[in-house]
């Protein structure tokens, strides 16, 4: 059974960090994309960054680019985002889901992930 499992969340802090961990179980991620998303209340879905799992290769929103990372993790089948200098408007919850899309440019359209993640809160707030 394909299972997608996002952890990491919770309150904190602006200016601080998190890490969310997205681990998949019931198909290898070696040729997929992962892709993080994150909703704020009120507001549609937006993409944030993905990572292409065979070749390492990433994309990230403007609005995250040098302050969030994404990465393969060292246990197989996780895939991280690092998040520091996180701000307010960070706030959301964030989804991990998966595409098979083993070539092609960065990033895919939302709708060919076929697999999403129940969600993890980031509430960024002091």
């Known amino acids: 059974q394909v299972q997608l499992v996002e952890s990491g969340g919770g309150l904190v802090q602006p200016g601080g960090s998190l890490r969310l961990s997205c681990a998949a179980s019931?198909?290898?991620?070696?040729?997929?994309?992962i892709g993080w998303f994150r909703q704020a209340p009120g507001k549609e879905r937006e993409g944030v960054s993905c990572i292409r799992h065979s070749d390492g290769s990433t994309y990230y929103a403007d609005s995250v680019k040098g302050r969030f990372t994404i990465s393969r993790g060292n246990i197989k089948n996780t895939v991280y985002l690092q998040m520091n200098s996180l701000k307010p408007e960070d706030t959301g919850v964030y989804y991990c889901?998966?595409?098979?899309?083993?070539?092609?440019?960065?990033?895919?359209?939302?709708?060919?992930?076929?697999?999403w993640g129940q969600g993890t809160q980031v509430p960024v707030s002091s």
């Open positions: 889901a998966t595409a098979p899309f083993p070539i092609g440019s960065l990033p895919i359209p939302p709708q060919i992930y076929n697999s």
């Open positions: 019931g198909f290898t991620l070696d040729y997929y994309v």
